[in-house]
Structure formats: structure tokens, C-alpha cells
T-cell receptor
Framework: DVKVTQSSRYLVKRTGEKVFLECVQD?????MFWYRQDPGLGLRLIYF???????EKGDIPEGYSVSREKKERFSLILESASTNQTSMYLC????????????FGEGSRLTVL | QKEVEQNSGPLSVPEGAIASLNCTYS??????FFWYRQYSGKSPELIMS????GDKEDGRFTAQLNKASQYVSLLIRDSQPSDSATYLC????????????FGQGTTLQVKP
């Protein structure tokens, strides 16, 4: 089975702090994604990576950056956390040609105070 | 703006009934379509994918796609209380990227 592991299930940070969310997948998937999920807004794509060191902005990239130095690892970085970044963050991976068949991690619930 | 629309529900059905979940999408060039199930407090999991017009069956689940009407549905036969969850419809506008557009989900309640 594909396993997507997110490093932290729950985080509490203060406004202005730098936050790292890490995601590791063990099935050699090319594609990796970061989504956030908010009540009433659904799942929204933050960033997408289709290869090592490659990234594309999703629908809401402002305030976020990503890093993919190794194929199995995709990190989401909040340079200066703000309260409106309080959310559930979901990492996912997929393997072309079934690129839309996403495997999600358990999620990281971030609270910014 | 590409959109995926679902009725938020809740959709309530008795145990053993057929649950019908519907989804419409706005982008005509969308190539592939997915249904994800999300239990409360959990992350989404893929239950069905459909790539061509018509029906696709997998156990108690049937996905139906009508590209001309820009409509995709999910039927759950013999609904069980364990099917109670939020069902997310997702559309892949481009066949190879996996950059899905998700609907906001329909909450299904199956009552014993």
C-alpha cells in the first residue's frame, strides 16, 4: 500500500513564526501536492510538484513556498505564519498516467495564534 | 473560473437504500473524474475514478459520466451506516497533471 506520511498531526504556532510541514511518500510517485481544507471552502491546491526540484503554483500559493529536493519528500513552508493560515493541510501523491488518483496523508492541523 | 458543484446535503437515506450523489463541472475539456470519500476527522480516500462516458461499477459503487451534460454521479447500492461520510467530486482538467478541482462535498447519512 502507498503510504504518505506527514510529519506533524497537530501544530500550534505564533504569528510571524516560520513553519515547516513535511511529507514523505514511499511509492516512488512523481507527483506530489499540498492542499489546504477549510470549512465552506473545500480543498484548495497550494502547490504541486511533478519532479525533483520542479514546482508549480496552485490556486492559493500566496504566503507559502515549497521544496522538493528528493523524490519522496515534499515540504511546505510558511515563511511568516498568519492567523488566516490556520487550517488543515493535506499532502498527496500520485503516479502518472493515473495522475488524478491521489493518495493523501493523514493531514496536519495548524493553528496560528 | 473552473468549478465543480455539489449539493452539500446532508443526504439522508435508510440502510439498504440506493444513495445517489451528483456533481456538475464547468470546464468542457475536463478529462478525468474522481470520487473521494472523507470520514469525519480523516483525510480523503479515492473510491472511484472514471475516464470515459457511461457507467463504471465497483462492488456497491457505480460512477456515471455524461460529458455532454458535464455531469458525473455516484450511486451507492445497499447503503450501510459505514458509508456515512462526505463524498468529494473531483475533476482533472488536464489528463496528466493531477491538479484536481474539488467540489465542496456532499454529506451522506445512512440511517440504520
Amino acid at each position: 500500500d502507498v503510504k504518505v506520511t506527514q510529519s506533524s498531526r497537530y501544530l500550534v504556532k505564533r504569528t510571524g513564526e516560520k513553519v515547516f510541514l513535511e511529507c514523505v511518500q514511499d511509492m516512488d510517485h512523481e507527483n506530489m501536492f499540498w492542499y489546504r481544507q477549510d470549512p465552506g471552502l473545500g480543498l484548495r491546491l497550494i502547490y504541486f510538484s511533478y519532479d525533483v526540484k520542479m514546482k508549480e503554483k496552485g490556486d492559493i500559493p500566496e504566503g507559502y513556498s515549497v521544496s522538493r529536493e528528493k523524490k519522496e519528500r515534499f515540504s511546505l513552508i510558511l515563511e511568516s505564519a498568519s492567523t488566516n493560515q490556520t487550517s488543515m493541510y493535506l499532502c498527496a501523491s500520485s503516479l502518472p498516467p493515473a495522475a488524478g488518483e491521489l493518495f493523501f496523508g493523514e493531514g496536519s492541523r495548524l493553528t496560528v495564534l | 473560473q473552473k468549478e465543480v458543484e455539489q449539493n452539500s446535503g446532508p443526504l439522508s437515506v435508510p440502510e439498504g437504500a440506493i444513495a445517489s450523489l451528483n456533481c456538475t463541472y464547468s470546464d468542457r475539456v475536463s478529462q478525468s473524474f474522481f470520487w473521494y470519500r472523507q470520514y469525519s476527522g480523516k483525510s480523503p480516500e479515492l473510491i472511484m475514478s472514471i475516464y470515459s462516458n457511461g457507467d463504471k461499477e465497483d462492488g456497491r459503487f457505480t460512477a456515471q459520466l455524461n460529458k455532454a451534460s458535464q455531469y458525473v454521479s455516484l450511486l451507492i447500492r445497499d447503503s450501510q451506516p459505514s458509508d456515512s461520510a462526505t463524498y468529494l467530486c473531483a475533476v482533472n482538467p488536464s489528463s496528466n497533471t493531477g491538479k484536481l478541482i474539488f467540489g465542496q462535498g456532499t454529506t451522506l447519512q445512512v440511517k440504520p
